[in-house]
Protein backbone atom coordinates (compact mmCIF):
# COMPACT_ATOMS: atom_id res chain seq x y z
CA UNK A 1 0.00 0.00 0.00
CA UNK A 2 1.41 3.49 -1.05
CA UNK A 3 1.92 5.19 2.07
CA UNK A 4 0.51 9.08 1.26
CA UNK A 5 -3.00 9.90 1.01
CA UNK A 6 -3.46 12.86 -1.34
CA UNK A 7 -6.02 15.53 -0.30
CA UNK A 8 -8.50 14.38 -2.77
CA UNK A 9 -8.30 10.84 -1.09
CA UNK A 10 -8.63 12.13 2.23
CA UNK A 11 -11.55 14.11 1.29
CA UNK A 12 -13.49 11.13 0.01
CA UNK A 13 -12.06 8.64 2.76
CA UNK A 14 -13.68 11.10 5.50
CA UNK A 15 -17.15 10.72 4.06
CA UNK A 16 -16.75 6.44 3.64
CA UNK A 17 -15.60 6.75 7.59
CA UNK A 18 -18.84 9.36 7.93
CA UNK A 19 -21.32 6.43 6.28
CA UNK A 20 -19.58 3.27 5.53
CA UNK A 21 -21.21 1.08 4.61
CA UNK A 22 -21.76 3.61 1.60
CA UNK A 23 -23.07 3.02 -1.96
CA UNK A 24 -20.75 4.33 -4.61
CA UNK A 25 -23.85 6.34 -6.08
CA UNK A 26 -24.68 8.08 -2.49
CA UNK A 27 -21.01 8.71 -1.89
CA UNK A 28 -21.06 10.65 -5.59
CA UNK A 29 -24.16 12.20 -4.32
CA UNK A 30 -22.53 13.34 -0.81
CA UNK A 31 -19.55 14.49 -2.80
CA UNK A 32 -21.24 16.66 -4.80
CA UNK A 33 -22.74 18.27 -2.05
CA UNK A 34 -19.54 18.62 0.10
CA UNK A 35 -17.00 19.30 -2.00
CA UNK A 36 -18.48 20.27 -5.15
CA UNK A 37 -16.82 17.08 -7.14
CA UNK A 38 -19.08 15.36 -10.10
CA UNK A 39 -19.82 11.94 -10.31
CA UNK A 40 -16.47 11.11 -12.63
CA UNK A 41 -14.22 12.84 -10.24
CA UNK A 42 -15.90 10.84 -7.10
CA UNK A 43 -15.48 7.57 -9.06
CA UNK A 44 -12.35 8.19 -10.31
CA UNK A 45 -10.47 8.88 -6.66
CA UNK A 46 -12.98 6.01 -5.44
CA UNK A 47 -11.23 4.28 -8.46
CA UNK A 48 -7.71 4.96 -7.23
CA UNK A 49 -8.69 4.24 -3.27
CA UNK A 50 -9.52 0.70 -4.23
CA UNK A 51 -6.68 0.07 -6.20
CA UNK A 52 -4.19 1.49 -3.31
CA UNK A 53 -5.84 -0.94 -0.71
CA UNK A 54 -7.95 1.87 1.14
CA UNK A 55 -11.40 1.17 0.23
CA UNK A 56 -13.21 -1.99 -0.64
CA UNK A 57 -15.96 -1.79 -3.33
CA UNK A 58 -18.52 -4.85 -3.39
CA UNK A 59 -21.48 -6.26 -4.54
CA UNK A 60 -24.88 -5.50 -4.30
CA UNK A 61 -24.38 -1.88 -5.19
CA UNK A 62 -20.77 -1.37 -4.99
CA UNK A 63 -21.23 -0.73 -1.70
CA UNK A 64 -17.91 0.69 -0.23
CA UNK A 65 -15.92 0.59 3.35
CA UNK A 66 -13.01 1.57 4.64
CA UNK A 67 -9.98 -1.41 4.78
CA UNK A 68 -8.08 1.58 6.95
CA UNK A 69 -9.23 3.52 9.85
CA UNK A 70 -9.36 7.16 10.64
CA UNK A 71 -6.53 6.56 13.53
CA UNK A 72 -4.36 4.87 11.34
CA UNK A 73 -4.28 7.06 8.66
CA UNK A 74 -3.82 10.23 11.66
CA UNK A 75 -0.97 8.37 12.96
CA UNK A 76 0.73 7.53 9.65
CA UNK A 77 0.47 11.02 7.82
CA UNK A 78 1.79 12.42 11.41
CA UNK A 79 4.64 9.66 10.79
CA UNK A 80 5.17 11.12 7.59
CA UNK A 81 5.02 14.66 9.03
CA UNK A 82 7.18 14.48 11.51
CA UNK A 83 10.04 13.15 9.27
CA UNK A 84 9.36 15.46 5.86
CA UNK A 85 9.59 18.46 8.10
CA UNK A 86 11.30 18.24 10.94
CA UNK A 87 13.59 15.28 10.38
CA UNK A 88 11.97 12.90 12.58
CA UNK A 89 12.29 14.66 15.25
CA UNK A 90 9.62 15.23 17.95
CA UNK A 91 11.05 17.93 20.26
CA UNK A 92 11.47 19.86 16.99
CA UNK A 93 7.63 19.55 16.08
CA UNK A 94 6.72 20.36 19.66
CA UNK A 95 9.02 23.59 19.28
CA UNK A 96 7.31 24.83 16.23
CA UNK A 97 4.14 24.46 18.40
CA UNK A 98 4.96 26.30 20.99
CA UNK A 99 6.32 29.50 18.90
CA UNK A 100 3.06 29.81 17.17
CA UNK A 101 1.65 32.62 18.47
CA UNK A 102 -1.95 30.97 17.75
CA UNK A 103 -1.26 28.09 20.12
CA UNK A 104 -3.95 28.63 23.00
CA UNK A 105 -3.04 28.01 26.47
CA UNK A 106 -5.95 25.34 26.82
CA UNK A 107 -3.78 24.03 23.83
CA UNK A 108 -0.84 23.92 25.53
CA UNK A 109 -1.97 23.01 29.02
CA UNK A 110 -3.82 19.69 26.90
CA UNK A 111 -0.16 19.23 25.47
CA UNK A 112 1.25 18.96 28.23
CA UNK A 113 -1.14 16.73 30.08
CA UNK A 114 -0.97 14.22 27.25
CA UNK A 115 3.42 14.36 28.11
CA UNK A 116 2.41 14.05 31.44
CA UNK A 117 0.08 10.85 30.97
CA UNK A 118 2.29 9.05 28.11
Not at 44 to 53: E, N, Q, R, S
Not at 85 to 114: H, I, N, Q, W, Y
Request: aromatic letters at 8%; proline letters at 3%.
Amino acid sequence: MEDHFYDSEMKLMELVWEQEPVSAKALSLLAEERIGWNKNTTYTVLKKLVAKGRVERSEPGFMCRSLISREAVQQQEARGLLERFFGGSKKALFSALLEDESTTPEELDALKRMIEEH
